[in-house]
């Protein structure tokens, strides 16, 4: 009966107004529901890491699918996407999620057409002290015979390695870091050669993923660089920046450096501030 009267409002509803839209809708996502056709996204963080998936549905068909958006002034292709999170621990911890591989909504069907997975890592307390992540899950009807079919096993392991990006921002020079993770081999080996590193990801074809289990776990690894190639010299006491030219942000012959700040502390070297 709650079904019957929902879908009743929205024919009533018109379409046009802001509030009209905002009610119809609300009551066709009251009425729609997922797939039983689902896999189950898996894996481990380190500690102080926090992980978090969104999957997104796009229409099974090209036309038909359509809502009213108020915003674009006329019809777009309905959209849905869900998302959870995993909270950052002091210790690993991990984490199991079912995904749906459709939804239904409004008489029609949303298929899952990827699934973005997100890594979370703080380097110091405060708003600009969390890095972010990860890679990416790409759902095809279709797929070329050269992609490799699902493990026979029934789970597809994915390996991501994570470390800091640094770099000077502001006027004072203050350190900060940003995260960037790559795909790992099965030895959690990286390529030595950066430019030769891979995003994390997998491409996946619908009709092999219902019941499976995808599986993907996150390390932190010990290694920094320069978030700019060249901008900073290696040396025996560490890290230090080259002062910027008006011609090059790069190091010159002979380099000159500058001094940074690390929580407002003055520091001529990366990790260990003093030489």
Request: charged content about 20%; proline content about 7%; hydrophobic content about 35%.
């Amino acid at each position: 009966m709650r079904r019957l009267i929902l879908l009743l409002s929205v024919a009533l509803l018109g379409s046009c107004s802001w509030v009209g839209n905002a009610i119809k809708e609300g009551a066709i996502e009251a009425v729609s529901y997922s797939s039983r056709a689902h896999f189950t996204l898996t894996g481990k963080v380190p500690a102080d890491y926090a992980f978090k998936y969104t999957a997104y549905y796009q229409p099974e068909k090209s036309t038909g699918c359509v809502r009213f958006s108020p915003g674009m002034g006329g019809y777009v292709p309905r959209e849905h996407a869900e998302q959870a999170k995993t909270e950052p621990s002091s210790e690993a911890q991990t984490f199991s999620y079912r995904i749906p591989l459709a939804y239904q909504t409004a008489g029609c069907t949303l298929k899952l057409a990827n699934v973005d997975l997100l890594a979370f890592a703080t380097y110091q307390p405060g708003d600009f002290g969390t890095g972010s992540d990860g890679g990416a899950l790409g759902i095809y009807d279709t797929l070329p015979d050269s992609v490799p079919p699902f493990p026979t096993s029934g789970v597809r392991e994915l390996r991501g390695t994570c470390m800091w990006l640094f770099r000077l921002m502001g006027n004072n020079n203050s350190l900060v870091k940003g995260l960037v993770c790559h795909k790992a081999d099965e030895h959690w080996a990286v390529p030595q050669d950066y430019d030769q590193r891979r995003r994390l990801g997998a491409t996946l074809r619908r009709n092999e993923l219902n019941g499976k289990t995808v599986h993907v776990e996150f390390r932190h690894s010990q290694e920094e660089r320069p978030l700019f190639r060249g901008t900073w010299l290696n040396t025996t006491a560490g890290w230090k920046p080259c002062i910027e030219t008006h011609t090059s942000i790069r190091c010159q012959n002979p380099p000159e450096f500058r001094p940074f700040l690390i929580n407002g502390r003055k520091c001529t070297v990366y990790p260990n501030c003093t030489e």
